[in-house]
């Protein structure tokens, strides 16, 4: 059974810096994409980050230049280093990774989110 187990969520400061992790277990070594969502309360759920296998990155034009997204294949983990944190940054982080599965496809697994609250 495949689990993402999210941590360091929490309460911080406007212009401060927190750093997420999630680690993905029963999954073997085959994760593809990792990524990082957060969704805020009424609004859609939107990408933050992403990072392949082989390190490539993307990033929300509202995160570039504050947030770096990383990975550590051998443990199935995702970070995401975040500094210089705003109000508007408060939301549920959520991390996401896909496997290959059948006729080329992919398999996606969430984690149960994790609350990061920014105060001004």
């Known amino acids: 059974q495949v689990q993402l187990v999210e941590s360091g969520g929490g309460l911080v400061q406007a212009g401060g810096s927190l750093r997420l992790s999630c680690a993905a277990s029963g999954i073997g070594f085959s994760i593809i994409d990792m990524r990082w969502y957060r969704q805020a309360p009424g609004k859609q759920r939107e990408l933050v980050a992403g990072i392949t296998r082989g390190g490539s990155r993307n990033y929300a034009d509202t995160v570039k230049g504050r947030f770096t997204i990383s990975r550590d294949n051998a443990k199935n983990t995702v970070y995401l280093q975040m500094n210089s944190l705003k109000s508007e940054d408060t939301a549920v982080y959520f991390c996401?990774?896909?496997?290959?599965?059948?006729?080329?496809?992919?398999?996606?697994?969430w984690g149960q989110g994790t609350q990061v609250t920014v105060s001004s």
């Open positions: 996401y990774v896909d496997e290959p599965y059948e006729m080329g496809s992919r398999r996606g697994y």
